[in-house]
């Protein structure tokens, strides 16, 4: 992974840099010992290592906004970290770079019930969030599966998702506002608590912009009020074809499942060793299928979706009675990266979407390379949506096993591209896929998005090296190459 | 008067913008012209009519995932939708309706490229999202004539910035869509429609709040005062006599039954209650959605849509129409606003909004009005100047509806 060329002129001054911050945020805030630096290192791909320069920890935005302000008179690079949770490396510290972490933003700011909104600093938990309007009924719907320790400035950041997307949206679905903090010191606030942010959409845009665009500092989502009842349903089938026609049925029948989780034979045997939730190990492909509303409707679709199960050649079908045995289903599956962690010294987890219809061609391709690689691989999958998780396993302390899983894993984002899919479909292109960004966009693609970036930090300064593969300086990219102007084309009709 | 270009195909349509960007001539982009009258009035001549790049592209009902040519005809998608059982779930309002006194009906007019550029969504929004939450890919030629491409056609995609979010509501304004990816869903197979009669403003903003509030999962909460009830289509509504608080439940035929009695029970003490059953309750809300009520009235009458934090609705509305005599519907829950006033007093709208309670559109007004209020609300200073740069990384030479959204990127 080729980063940008850390600057030895700010290196040279970082004493200067540690001095100036600690002016701006005191005491502990600012974290400059090499030991104490380790702890940064990496986030949720620790694939990827690097010690930052220093780490400054703010506690308001005010701090937040003089850090920038400091760093961009100065020329020097900032990468945002929320609680570095994140699978694409998106926090991946700079050798010539600060870190800013918002982990002492925790707070919630604001529950608002009247308008079904919660305000809360980026630090907070993505489940502290539910758990603070729990008691009247109410949850945040994305639930990454970090979501015990994600932050919702990182979900926000991110994208994230999780498995009730295809009902409940992604992040960006639920977002109605955020204060970010630009690289040069201004604080602007995008939405708010009503619907539409108006204008341009730039709460879309930083919704998922993986910190290049701006710091945030404060986050306003939509909560909803709690189902009222849910069931799960565990349908095993002999082929992962009859699986995803199963899950074709499904939503041709008209019917969006609050959840909608395929596991292959690996992951299903990795997860019941680990868990013991009661998969079926004699079925090639099982699905999780979730209802949840009104009881009546729950409990009329479980016997719907049987039934197309069973049109679909099922030959394992059990419904939860009980929350206890809901929650026992979803264990498995909630649990299927460590489960994997623990039949193999390591695994990378990869995230490509695919057009469900591909779904068959992809399994088969899949087993067909790690036969040609020589690594093991199982395969979660959000099917509803068709957001692929294969996990690739190997053992880095054998010699080019991390190269050969790399590979492997670059050929089936390739191959979700191929397909009509993406390379990411809720981590992040960060540093991982950074380098594969061009499968999936042209030159041209890449440099509006990056004309993008440009209005917001025109010196990219803010987490530069993650997301696109080339850094083009905003003025290049700026550059009109204006055709001279003689109409010459014929063709066009004219009215 | 300069003649109209009207490419055919992605190419021609790059060799358009192209001429015109050599030229510095700005273009006046528009697909059937349905939405002509929205937004800032701007003297562009030049033409740029997208209604030849046009046909579904793909549509695959298991993916709910369907492509389009931009200057593909609304009414086109909703047709091919509606063979699967499925729809654009947010419901997008047909604003010719109210712009240019079309019936409502389940027909829209105007294109999918327009619906995603204007970015009105109906009742639906409180549950479903809005256009932006259903864009998941396009295709365009930006302001520097240049091809490009962002999001996908697949459902979750978080692959580079989401420029799709940016294209919804943008007028135009940064590139010419030649192809778009929307999200599709099923109809709900049943819809009802509980009403309550005679409530006050802030009483009907209290009992959408217990509604919207409660788990039977509402997919939509209006209220229309006395005097707009009376002028529906549907002849409770109109019968009543009062003001009428609306709340539709949908989904399974027996899941609707069971809820739609759960919030009679919850609604019975605001007042007395009736309901409505499918084709009313749909005839119902497709007034809401594209507020027909006010689709005959003078055109000296000015109509505004109001984005605020819904409790705040109530209070908002009634700072207008204390002033004049305004009349306002509230739909999502009390989080949107329409009104209908005297063009003369159309400053009140925008004093009534706090800096934090959401923005004012001028959605129909005559000509002198549109040329002196912005239609779509100030930004702050600081937005503004961000909102200018994102312009300017798109369209450098502000040749794409120049002024149709912000006055400020007519220079």
């Known amino acids: 992974m080729i980063m940008p060329e850390p600057d030895a002129d700010v290196i040279a001054r970082r004493d200067e840099i540690v001095l100036a911050l600690r002016d701006i945020v005191p005491g502990e805030g600012v974290i400059a010992e090499q030991n104490e630096l380790s702890a940064y290192e990496s986030d949720g791909l620790s694939a990827y290592r690097q010690r930052p320069m220093v780490v400054v920890l703010p506690e308001t935005t005010a701090q937040v906004s003089d850090i920038l302000k400091y760093c961009h008179a100065n020329g020097i690079k900032v990468v945002p970290r929320g609680a570095g949770t994140g699978l694409s490396g998106g926090a991946l510290p700079l050798a010539d770079g600060v870190t800013l972490g918002l982990g002492k933003f925790n707070q919630i700011k604001e529950i608002d019930f009247s308008n079904r909104c919660v305000v809360a600093q980026p630090g907070v938990t993505n489940l502290g969030i539910s758990d603070a309007v729990a008691h009247e009924g109410f949850y945040y719907a994305p639930d990454p599966s970090s979501q015990i320790a994600c932050s919702i400035g990182g979900n926000v950041a991110e994208n994230s998702g999780g498995v009730h997307c295809l009902k409940y949206g992604l992040t960006t679905n639920n977002v109605l506002g955020v204060e970010i903090v630009m690289m040069d010191g201004e604080i602007i606030r995008l939405g708010g608590r009503h619907l539409e942010a108006g204008g341009y959409d730039l709460l879309g845009v930083v919704t998922g912009s993986e910190g290049l665009l701006g710091v945030i500092t404060e986050v306003t989502v939509r909560i909803l009020q709690k189902p009222a009842t849910a069931r799960a349903l565990l349908l095993g089938f002999g082929s992962s074809e009859q699986a995803g026609d199963c899950v074709g049925g499904i939503i041709d029948h008209g019917i969006i499942p609050g959840g909608l989780e395929m596991m292959d034979k690996h992951a299903i045997h990795a997860t019941e060793d680990f868990v013991h939730a009661g998969y079926p190990l004699d079925v090639a492909a099982l699905l999780i299928v979730e209802l949840d509303g009104p009881q009546v409707e729950v409990d009329l679709l479980i016997d719907q979706v049987e039934h197309i199960a069973s049109g679909c050649g099922a030959t394992y079908s059990r419904a939860s009675t009980t929350e206890d045995e809901r929650l026992t289903f979803w264990a498995g599956r909630k649990n299927a990266f460590p489960a994997v962690g623990r039949i193999s010294p390591d695994y990378i987890c990869m995230d490509g979407t695919i057009p469900r219809s591909q779904l068959s061609y992809v399994l088969r391709r899949l087993s067909q390379m790690s036969a040609e690689y020589g690594l093991r691989c199982a395969n979660v999958f959000h099917a509803g949506d068709g957001n692929l998780h294969p996990l690739i396993l190997f053992d880095a302390n054998v010699a080019d096993e991390l190269e050969r899983a790399e590979a492997f894993g670059a050929e089936i984002l390739k191959l979700c591209v191929a397909v009509g899919g993406v390379l990411t479909g809720e981590h992040g292109v960060g540093v991982e896929k950074r380098d594969l960004m061009g499968e999936m966009f042209s030159e041209d693609d890449m440099k509006q998005q990056q004309r993008l970036k440009c209005a917001f930090d025109p010196d990219q300064l803010l987490n530069p090296g993650k997301v696109y593969p080339t850094l083009h300086r905003c003025a290049e990219l700026g550059k009109m190459h204006v055709h001279n102007g003689e109409l010459p084309f014929p063709d066009l009709p004219r009215f | ?411």
């Open chain 2, 1 to 411: 008067m300069p003649q109209t270009l009207r490419p055919e195909n992605e190419d021609q349509l790059l060799d358009a913008v192209n001429w015109a960007l050599s030229r510095k001539i700005p273009l006046n982009v528009f697909g059937l012209g349905s939405k002509s009258s929205l937004g800032q009035a701007v003297s562009v001549e030049q033409g740029l009519d997208m209604s030849a790049l046009s046909g579904i592209l793909s549509y695959e009902p298991s993916e709910l995932v369907l492509t389009a040519k931009a200057g593909t005809p609304l009414h086109e998608i909703q047709s091919a939708l509606s063979e699967h059982n499925q729809s654009m779930a947010f419901e997008p309002v047909d604003l010719s309706v109210i712009l240019n006194g079309k019936e409502p009906s389940n027909e829209a007019d105007g294109t999918v490229g327009g619906m995603i550029a204007a970015g009105f969504a109906g009742p639906r929004r409180i549950r479903q999202g809005g256009v932006r939450d259903h864009v998941l890919g396009f295709r365009a030629i930006s302001g520097r004539a240049e091809l490009f491409k962002s999001g996908g056609k697949v459902m979750k995609n978080v692959t580079g910035f989401d420029l799709s979010k940016l294209m919804a509501g943008s007028m135009g304004t940064l590139a010419v869509m030649s192809e778009v990816t929307i999200k599709v869903l099923p109809v709900p197979e049943k819809s009802r429609t509980v009403l309550v009669q005679g409530l006050d403003e802030p009483v009907a903003i209290a009992a959408m709040r217990a509604a919207v509030n409660s788990p039977h999962e509402v997919s939509a909460a209006a209220h229309l005062p006395q005097s707009v009830a009376a002028r529906s289509g549907v002849d409770l509504v109109a019968g009543s006599g009062a003001a009428v608080t609306a709340v539709r439940v949908e989904g399974p035929g027996a899941s609707v039954e069971t809820r739609c009695a759960s919030l009679r029970k919850l609604l019975a003490p605001f007042g007395e209650l009736e309901e409505l059953h499918s084709q009313r309750s749909a005839r119902f809300w497709a007034e809401v959605r594209d507020a027909s009520f006010w689709r005959t009235t003078p055109p000296d009458t000015t109509i505004w849509r109001l984005s605020v934090p819904p409790s705040r609705g109530a209070h908002i509305a009634a700072a207008i129409t204390r002033e004049c005599g305004a009349e306002a519907l509230f739909d999502w829950g009390g989080g949107l606003i329409w009104l209908a006033l005297p063009d003369s007093r159309h400053k009140i709208v925008r004093a009534a909004l706090d800096e934090q309670d959401g923005h004012a559109t001028l959605i129909r007004a005559s000509d002198s009005i549109r040329t002196t209020v912005p239609a779509f609300h100030p930004p702050s200073p600081s937005l503004a100047a961000l909102s200018r740069r994102v312009k300017s990384a798109f369209d450098p030479h502000g040749i794409l509806n120049p002024g149709r959204l912000y006055p400020t990127d007519a220079a």
